[in-house]
């Protein structure tokens, strides 16, 4: 475990290449690395083109969407590293019949990414066909419970290294938190791109779905900000052109979804933007972890409307960091990292050029469908603590002053209307504009007696709120705390709870089960004796059932998000709701080690290729040496050629000179067929020659005639 952009790429390649060392062509693949996402897979080749370059290590890329037949290539090439995404790799050694006994080496990077995006059944299938003696090494930013599950099982003695685990963010990453109505998000968005941010720095926006991926891309080219976008349903080879864009830097801004959140190296990233705030703290961490890498510093800025409020108290408690406001009063200090907003002024000119962008038609349609992918996103984002949903309704974030990077930008008359919007009369509308005789003046004064004693605790446990926290605050501001090396050296010897040893809990267990008198002929339990074995063995129970209906990862696009849930229809004849498509063993097929995979990775693909390009099958390492001249025979694909290369095939496995016993043996009895058929020929044509020729001439003669 390790903090993201700590060099965890780096710290698995270096002792692979101490480990590989050379090239070895005729051993096969000795190292493998699995990938969650094309993205992530293909920086880490380049990171092995790039480290690797004098080691003379053959590297291959195996994903999904790309030509299987340039896979099946690479493969008879025999790469000593392969990076593969799981699925698409697991159906590459179905398909071929793999061996994998060669591998000595395998790493599984963003391991919990893995496992949260489904590939569990694929990995543990991979892990199965992988020899026993091999290393394994998980690299991972977090450890979830399946992560631990997976390496109890597929690992012998596992070892676990954590670095950084009480700093969860680096110290160079500066946060700044933005709230703002949800009507205005796009314009605080173009506020900070066009006034806050440089122009040449690069930034990653991240929105909550394919639709606010495209339509914020159409409002920035509208603006005139060079952009590209990266969503999942978006082909492979144009995920990699807009990749390839923004690293190497002809664009400034990429906008994406979760898909490019984790694992991705943008080496000079300085900004992060949340357009949508994630709903898991976990996923806050990856996301902002793209920037600020390898001691730069970075900003991520984070865009947050009302219904984000609650995700953002759980981020604080994540973080173990104390949440505060921005004070109205520009007197008061304030914290680097306190909630505020940005001035209304700026706000309402990006507000003016949206209205004038939306009179397009595209765009206004746009606005619509990512108004209806909002609605489906938050059925399926996970909820908020109790604690945090709770402690909103008692927190007045909405209430908070600009933040101190915006101040320049505002003017006195924004600042007249805030106070404007801020001030309370005492009195209601009926009381100040009417007569003291007239009917609405008399009621709202009998009402207001009514309910006098309901004002007056309201008022005062509010001023006893907002006294705790300036207390709270003046405390913090007086007393420092102190330092380790401080306490050190004025006291000799520092004491600390020592934790109680898992003997003496037992006995003191044991001694408390003693007191209990209970009589076990007449004694009736409430529960079973078996029934922590019942529960064990049970097939729908809820913590199992609970544990499936638990989602990690929200999806970007509609289709991700159903295939992520259970998926219930009516049944008529049976008169209930059945699971379909869920855990069915249709259109799968049972390997040998037991797991279910697609019934579509075991085709004829292989073989179709095998004899469209007259490549022999793959040799193992048992066989015996093969020239270089025949290994590229081997892998050439030119039908023009193809019995040319036969033909040199054929001699160059005749200049093998070493024979077996057999092969000499055979080789006689030909020989000697081969002179018995010749000496039968001479006799016959010795012996008949006269009597065979008149007989033809007289037959020839008759014909004739």
């Known amino acids: 475990m390790a903090r993201t952009g700590s060099g965890k790429t780096a710290c698995f390649l270096i002792p692979l290449f101490e480990k590989l060392k050379a090239r070895q062509s005729k051993s096969g693949v000795r190292g493998l690395i699995l990938t969650p996402t094309r993205e992530l897979a293909l920086q880490t080749l380049r990171f092995i083109k790039e480290l690797g370059r004098f080691t003379g290590l053959k590297a291959s890329i195996i994903l999904g969407g790309d030509s299987m037949d340039n896979q099946f290539t690479a493969i008879h090439g025999n790469p000593d590293i392969i990076v593969a995404t799981p699925g698409r790799f697991l159906h590459i050694c179905v398909e071929m019949d793999l061996n994998l006994k060669s591998i000595e080496i395998v790493i599984y990077d963003e391991a919990d990414r893995l496992f949260e995006m489904g590939f569990g059944e694929q990995i543990n299938e991979i892990a199965n066909r992988l020899p026993s ?20 099982a597929g690992l012998s003695n596992p070892v676990l290294l954590r670095l950084d685990v009480e700093s969860k963010l680096p110290e160079e990453l500066k946060l700044c938190f933005i709230t703002c109505r949800p009507e205005e998000k796009l314009a605080v968005l173009m506020c900070l791109l066009k006034r806050i941010i440089k122009p040449e720095s690069q930034t990653v926006i991240f ?31 144009a995920r990699k052109i807009n990749a390839a864009k923004f690293q190497n830097g002809k664009v400034k801004v990429l906008v994406v979804t979760d898909v490019a959140a984790r694992g991705i190296d943008i080496p000079y990233l300085d900004n992060v933007i949340n357009f949508n705030f994630p709903a898991k703290s976990k996923l806050f961490v990856h996301r902002v972890g793209r920037c600020a890498r390898a001691g730069r510093s970075g900003t991520a800025y984070n865009i947050i409307a009302p219904d984000e409020y609650p995700y953002l108290l759980d981020l604080h408690l994540f973080l173990g960091r104390s949440f505060e406001t921005v004070p109205i009063s520009d007197t008061e200090e304030i914290s680097e990292e306190a909630v505020g907003k940005m001035p209304q002024s700026m706000i309402e000119e990006e507000l003016s050029d949206l209205i004038m962008y939306h009179e397009y038609t595209d765009i206004a349609n746009m606005q619509n469908v990512c108004n209806n992918a909002y609605q489906q996103y938050l059925r399926s984002r996970p909820q908020a603590s109790t604690e945090s949903n709770k402690r909103v309704k008692e927190l007045d974030i909405s209430v908070s002053g600009i933040l101190p990077e915006f101040r320049e930008f505002n003017d006195s008359a924004t600042e007249l209307i805030t106070k404007m919007k801020n001030y309370r009369p005492k009195g209601t509308v009926f009381e100040i504009v009417a007569k003291p005789s007239s009917v609405d ?66 006995r003191n267990e044991k001694r408390k089960k003693q007191k209990i008198l209970k009589d076990d002929e007449f004694f009736i339990p409430y529960a079973a004796p078996d029934q922590h074995t019942e529960e064990g063995l049970a097939v729908n129970s809820f913590a199992s059932e609970a544990e499936k209906a638990h989602l990690e990862f929200t999806a970007d696009n509609e289709e991700s998000r159903r295939l992520q849930i259970q998926i219930k229809k009516w049944d008529r004849k049976k008169k209930k709701m059945i699971t379909i498509n869920n855990n069915s063993k249709a259109g799968k097929i049972r390997t040998e080690s037991g797991h279910w995979i697609p019934a579509t990775y075991k085709t004829k693909r292989y073989a179709q290729w095998k004899e469209k390009n007259k490549v022999e099958a793959r040799y193992d390492d048992d066989d015996e040496e093969v020239s270089p001249q025949m290994q590229k025979l081997q892998t050439l694909g030119n039908k023009r050629w193809a ?44 012996g008949g020659g006269d009597s065979g020729g008149g007989g033809r001439g007289k037959g020839h003669k008759k014909g004739r005639r």
């Open 643 to 686: 019995r040319h290369n036969e033909k040199l095939k054929k001699k160059l496995e005749a200049k093998s000179e070493l024979r077996t016993p057999e092969q000499i043996l055979k080789s006689r009895e030909v020989l000697e067929r081969k002179k018995r058929r010749n000496g039968r020929k001479k006799g016959g044509r010795k």
């Open 441 to 506: 003046y008399k009621v709202m004064k009998e009402k207001r007696a009514l309910h006098k004693e309901n004002i007056f605790n309201h008022h005062r446990k509010l001023e006893d709120r907002l006294s705790k926290i300036a207390e709270n605050k003046s405390e913090k501001s007086k007393l420092a705390s102190s330092s380790t090396a401080e306490i050190n050296d004025v006291f000799s010897e520092v004491i600390t709870p020592k934790k109680r040893k898992i003997d003496d809990l037992y």
């Open 133 to 152: 003696c091999r290393s394994s090494l998980l690299f991972s930013a977090t450890l979830p419970k399946v992560l631990v599950e997976f390496a109890k």
């Open 207 to 237: 929105a909550a779905t394919m639709h606010h991926v495209e339509y914020i891309h159409m409002i920035l080219d509208k603006a005139g900000l060079t952009n590209t976008f990266i969503y999942s349903n978006l082909d492979p080879s």
